[in-house]
């Protein structure tokens, strides 16, 4: 079957980092994606890694390791408008997305 | 910029019912997705069209309907809604729907209630 694990709550320290994984098991792999979700919005793209390794963009990574079916989102210098869900989707053999149930993240000040 | 729109917004439906949930993009993108997401869960594929004229069954089909007249527009349609049916329904649209890459952008999202 087709499995996303990620965690589903997340507490942190504004200024701070965090790291939040996902493990994943889909028919196929063709990539993997992080989207953040704010409260009562729609997904918005954070990232895309399609190969082993650390994808950075700013105060936010993406790792990937295809042979453990693992990827972590790395958070840094944490802002309170970081307080979102962050969904970790992985494509399958159809090109389709198959999402985890997201890891809300809550920062303290 | 409007990328992706849905209407209506929020809508609470009687059981039993029809209601057909509007998208439409003008990203000329390709592939169109319905998606359901509920509290605890992940996000839900019911249909998708990878092309206008083609449309495809998702995860979660059953008592949805879906037609891809065109490029732009993308209704989803509950013929007999059930209180199971009750849910946040997001439209998403993407340059391809068979590419490895295929980051695909969201509408608003329509909050749908079946009482």
């Known amino acids: 079957g087709q499995n996303i694990d990620q965690p589903t709550e997340m507490t942190a320290t504004e200024g701070a980092i965090v790291q939040i994984n996902c493990t994943y098991q889909?028919?196929?792999?063709?990539?993997l994606f992080w989207y953040q979700q704010h409260a009562g919005e729609a997904p918005t793209f954070l990232s895309y890694?399609?190969l082993d390794g650390l994808e950075e963009k700013g105060r936010f990574s993406s790792f990937l390791s295809r042979s453990k079916g693992y990827s972590y989102l790395l958070l840094k210098e944490l802002q309170m408008k970081d307080s979102a869900s962050y969904l970790c989707?992985?494509?399958?053999?159809?090109?389709?997305?198959?999402w985890g149930a997201g890891t809300k993240l809550i920062i303290k000040p | 910029t409007a990328g992706i729109t849905q209407a209506p917004t929020s809508q609470i439906l009687a059981a039993g019912r029809s209601m057909t949930l509007r998208c439409t993009q003008d990203?000329?993108?390709?592939?169109m997705y319905w998606y359901r997401q509920d509290l605890g869960l992940g996000l839900r594929l019911i249909h998708y069209s990878n092309t206008a004229g083609t449309t495809g069954k998702g995860e979660v089909p059953d008592g949805y309907s879906v037609s891809r007249a065109n490029t732009d527009d993308f209704p989803l349609t509950l013929a007999s809604a059930v209180p199971s049916q009750t849910s946040v329904y997001f439209c998403?649209?993407?340059?391809?729907?068979?590419?490895?890459?295929?980051?695909?952008?969201f509408g608003p999202g329509t909050r749908l209630t079946v009482l």
């Open positions: 998403a649209s993407s340059d391809s729907g068979s590419s490895s890459y295929n980051e695909q952008f």
């Open positions: 990203m000329r993108h390709n592939a």
């Open positions: 890694n399609v």
């Open positions: 889909t028919s196929g792999f063709n990539g």
């Open positions: 989707a992985s494509t399958d053999s159809n090109y389709q997305l198959i």
